[in-house]
């Protein structure tokens, strides 16, 4: 699953493409990325990155392989430990059954530091009558949408609606795209822009498709 978010732009080697015109070590994107409220979740390490992936892949381009991984799981014991919760490797083509919808949601709270921000969350998926819905409670109001089928890929509209609910004080979800996939941030303005400023505008507003 790790490798199929990076549609195999990436290998335990360097990656392809040109050097950066000003090498960065590891470390230091880190402390700038810090300084954006971008950090390593409690427990997880600069050598838990370098497993993934040598520093020479990290440091060629600096922050464009740092922005990607942040999203994803570290790859060794113990598992289901993401490198950064504030950040998510999001693939669209992830829904199997009822309990997914609730899943993302849960998720993209916690990419906006607000987990306990819905309530009630819940789902029904069934992919082979094409019937779907997803309901939850934000602010007091009861939401409930209808979900679009598609095979497994997640109802990308639906999705924008909770979103911009979550959405608040000046923040929004940033994506840096990744193929079929995106890796989501929630940022404000100000500090969306310095990442763009170190990353050479990777990050874009996530808008409804």
């Known amino acids: 699953m790790f490798r199929r978010l ?3 732009f990436f290998s335990k ?3 392809d493409g040109p050097r950066g015109s000003a090498s960065m070590t590891l470390e230091e994107q880190l402390n700038k990325l810090a300084a954006c409220g971008i950090r390593l979740n409690d427990g ?5 990155l370098l497993y993934s992936f040598d520093r020479e892949a990290y440091e060629e381009k600096p922050f464009d392989l740092v922005l990607f991984i942040l999203g994803a799981e570290v790859e060794r014991e113990p598992w289901e430990r993401p490198f950064c919760s504030r950040v998510w490797a ?3 083509e992830c829904i199997e059954g009822t309990g997914d919808y609730v899943r993302i949601v849960k998720r ?3 990419v906006a530091g607000q987990p306990d921000l819905m309530t009630d969350v819940s789902d029904s998926v069934d992919l082979e009558t094409g019937e779907a819905w997803l309901k939850y409670t934000i602010d007091g109001r009861h939401r409930e949408w209808p979900v679009e089928v598609n095979d497994d890929w997640a109802d990308m509209m639906t999705l924008s609606y909770v979103m911009d609910d979550i959405e608040r004080d000046g923040c929004r979800f940033y994506s840096k795209e990744n193929g079929q996939g995106m890796i989501l941030y ?3 303005a100000a500090t969306a822009d310095e990442i763009n400023k170190l990353s050479n505008n990777s990050l874009n507003p996530v808008v409804a498709s």
């Open 44 to 48: 997880v390490t600069v050598d838990d």
């Open 108 to 110: 993209l709270c916690e």
């Open 186 to 188: 929630y940022l404000d």
């Open 90 to 92: 999001f693939d669209p």
């Open 13 to 15: 080697s360097a990656p």
């Open 6 to 8: 990076f549609n195999g």
